[in-house]
């Protein structure tokens, strides 16, 4: 081999090693460039603090039309599937309570061999102000919260479940993505407790949930059993309030929206 031969590979020796080198180099940063958060390539994020209660249940009270009778009801502490639930029962029904500050879930059991009616436009919400609010339950949205509510049958021997909510407490809900010239959207259930803060601080949040600590609210639940009107009133408690912090996606909600009507689809109950 003469000397430009041996030259020639020589540059081959060390370039090739190089190119090796560069290439490494170039995918790592790459991979980095993918892996890493970029305003380009991602959604924006917001700093959203939330507010979580622990609701107890310290009366329950069963009340005859006629004849007027009054009796207190002894309440159970029900720890089933990580959750609480506090229980009421007579001779007649059995009923299962889980608290939260959108929806008051309930369970309620038909003990009699006749059928047993919900009669939802008898039922109320008492907030912790002392106001009573109409309800609204599973089925019932925005458009048909004003409209009278037929009364749910139980069957005698049968579980039903479901939830109940203040009928005013709604909000407008903006659908992530859609351009500024084209708005959609749903009314969805409002909390009736202050439960998050998107433009103001975890301070104020803490201030406006830590003043509910102490207060009650009541449900009052009309059943009818052999033509004869039967009302139960549950007193809940909020014994406790903590304040959590997450990054979620930045939302377009208006917020709390009561008052006004506006056009859009609505989440399904």
Known sequence: MNQYGALSMEKKTIALPLCLFLMTLLLGCDSHNRTKSSPYNSS???????????????????????????????????????????????NMVRIEWRPAPVDIIFTIYNKTGSPVKIVWDEARFVDEKGLS???IHSGIGYEARNLPQLPTVI?????????????????????????AAKKEGYWDRAPF???????????????????MVGKTFQTILSLEINQIRIDYLCTFRI???????????????????????????????
């Open 155 to 179: 069957t005698g021997g049968i579980n039903l479940e479901e939830f109940i909510h203040p009928l005013d407490y709604f909000q407008w809900e903006e659908i992530h993505g859609m351009s």
């Open 133 to 135: 609010h109409r309800l």
């Open 239 to 269: 014994d406790h309030m903590g304040i959590a912090e997450s990054e979620e996606p930045m939302r377009r909600n208006s917020g709390d929206s009561k008052g006004s009507e506006r056009s859009g689809r609505r989440r399904p109950f």
């Open 193 to 211: 407790l202050p439960t998050q803060i998107l433009k103001g601080t975890v301070e104020e949040l803490r201030a406006k949930a830590g003043a």
């Open 44 to 90: 924006r994020t917001q700093k959203v603090a939330k507010a979580r209660y622990d609701i107890a249940m310290i009366g329950a009270e069963k009340s005859v039309a006629s004849p007027h009778q009054v009796e207190a009801q002894r309440i159970e502490t029900v720890f089933e599937a990580g959750m609480i639930k506090y229980r009421h029962e007579d």
